[in-house]
């Protein structure tokens, strides 16, 4: 459910959507982070960051002349953390050689 109420705020984005449909998503994305808070979990911060193979799944690596090699260059889904211990890793694009 997080996931895909991250994928509509994107898409909203993306389109210029600032409709209250779309602003009560997002507060409801913001109650489900405060929740997750509440308890522990933490989301991973991944984008521009190292890649860390015990924090992010690469599944694509993509050239970067902007980035050093070995960068995370998109976030694709969401990782979490709940104190020192991963729920789920962020799933990632890291960058190569450009």
């Excluded at 895909?4 to 009560?24: T, V």
């Excluded at 521009?48 to 690469?58: I, K, M, R, S």
């Excluded at 993509?62 to 995370?72: E, L, R």
């Amino acid at each position: 459910m997080f996931d895909n109420l991250q994928r509509a705020i994107e898409a909203a984005k993306k389109s210029g959507d600032d409709s209250p449909l779309m602003q009560g998503v997002s507060a409801t994305l913001n109650q489900w982070l405060q929740i997750f808070a509440r308890h522990g979990i933490t989301p991973i911060e991944a984008q521009g960051q190292p890649f860390d193979p015990n924090l992010h799944e690469a599944v694509m690596q993509q050239p970067s002349a902007d980035q050093p090699t070995g960068t995370v260059l998109q976030v694709l889904q969401q990782g979490f953390q709940i104190h020192d211990r991963v729920l789920r890793p962020a799933t990632v694009i890291v960058s190569t050689e450009g």
